[in-house]
Structures are given as C-alpha cells and as structure tokens.
C-alpha cells in the first residue's frame, strides 16, 4: 500500500491506496492521535489481497490537514471528504465503504448520498444519541503524558494485549507535534454531548440507504455500548446484519483482526 496526498476543500489529505478488486474506502474514528493507520493498521495489507483499497486520514487527524477555523469536529464537511475521495478516485462504479467508530457513523452517512455505494462494513459504530459516557469523555480529553494516554487506551480494548507498544508511541508522536494538542482541546471542547448528537444517522438517511450492511460491535465496548449503538441504528437498517463480539472491546479491528478479516472477505469478496 502506498500514501499520497491530494487537495480536498483547500486541505492537503493523506490517503492510502492499494489493490486491485472491488474498491472500498475506509474512514477512521476520532481520538487522541487517530488515523487510518491508528484504527486499521493490522487489517490494511491483508484487505489489499482482496479489495481496491481507498483509506483516509480525515481532515484535522493522522497526516491531513488541520481545519483553518472552526468547527474543528466538522460531520458535515468529513461527508463531503468522503465523497470527494468516491467522485475523485472511484467515480461511479459500485464500491463499498468501510467505518470505524465515528467513521461507521460517516459511511452510513456517505452512502446516504452515492447510491453507488452497495457494501458496508461497520466496526463499534455510533450513529444513534446516547449519554456520554466516563471511557468516552476520558477519550476526548488531551492525555497529559504517555502513561495517561495508555491508560485512556486501555478503555479501547477488552484484552490489554491488543495495546501494542507501536501504536501507542505513534499516538503520542502525533500528539506531540506542534500545535496539535490545542487543536485537539479546541475539537473536543464545549458541550460534548452535542458531537455524539452530531454523528446520528437520521431516519431519512438510513430510509435511502440501499446497500448490503455488515455492523461489528464488540460485547465489551465501553465507550460506544452496543446496546445504545450498533444495536440502535441497525433497527433503521432493514439490509444490516449485525455481528456481537465476545470478549472485545472498542477497538475491534486490532482485537478480533482474524474475525474482522473474515467478515470483510465475506461481504467484500464473497466466493
């Protein structure tokens, strides 16, 4: 897989791209330090061996762009990313998007607009109004040192193992870079409630969804509790079948990679 930078709204992006196959384009969560390779680092090449991939790192996160001025949490123009990066790159062929996290919310959101979209797969996705919660309100909170940090990751995942060394300090490196921790305070400041309530897939969004949906959620996320979730939107979402993870917790792609993967051949790739 190789990165590259294009111009979108007057943000220089960073995006992946890999493959051959039916194209997909995968949108990532926010967090302290997120990006596509943050959110999806074990799953990229072996999606490669099967897909056309398109990922992004979304304006104001990874190695994009940060927003001029506010709102720096901007749904609205993270849509429009995502389907700038479908007209530019994809054009209109059928294709599939890929979400984790918040990034489930923008797919399902994406794929309200391009009906050339036909595959989705979710991992931990909101999309429905629940209370902020304490692992989620620790998650949008600027980690004063590394140990902090590890410790906010560690509401991410079910089995501490999945918190791998490299991820961590990558984390923290982009965390450290000049400037972003104030933008990071800035993105996540004010009334947190309202950014949950701004990623909700409305009823007139799901009803113009026509593609085929895969939402993963792991039992033991506590940050985005599947009940209050996955669970919600998918009751919108007469063509989404939904996978309970045992023993998982919010990052599922690094947790369960080997059912992630799975459910992923099987939608994207099917035999």
Known sequence: MHAYFTQIEGHRVRYWEGGDGFPILMLHGVGPGTSTVGNFGPVLEPLEEHCHVFAIDLIGFGDSERKKEGPLFDMDLWVRQGLAVLDRFIGGKRCGLVGHSLGGALALKIASHAPQVTKILTSSSIGASYPLNDALDAFWTLPRDPDELRRIMGNMVFDQSALSDEMLEERWEMLSQAGYGDYFTTMFGGDRQALIDAAV???????????????????????????????????????????????????????????????????????
Do not use: W
């Open 201 to 271: 897939v409305s009823d007139e969004e799901a009803a113009r969804i026509t593609a085929s949906i895969t939402m993963m959620h792991g039992r033991n996320d506590k940050p985005c509790p599947v009940e209050q979730t996955t669970l919600v939107v998918a009751g919108k979402l007469p063509k989404a079948d939904v996978l309970l993870l045992s023993d998982c917790g919010h990052n599922l792609p690094r947790e369960r990679t080997h059912d992630y993967l799975a459910a992923a051949r099987a939608l994207f790739a099917p035999q």
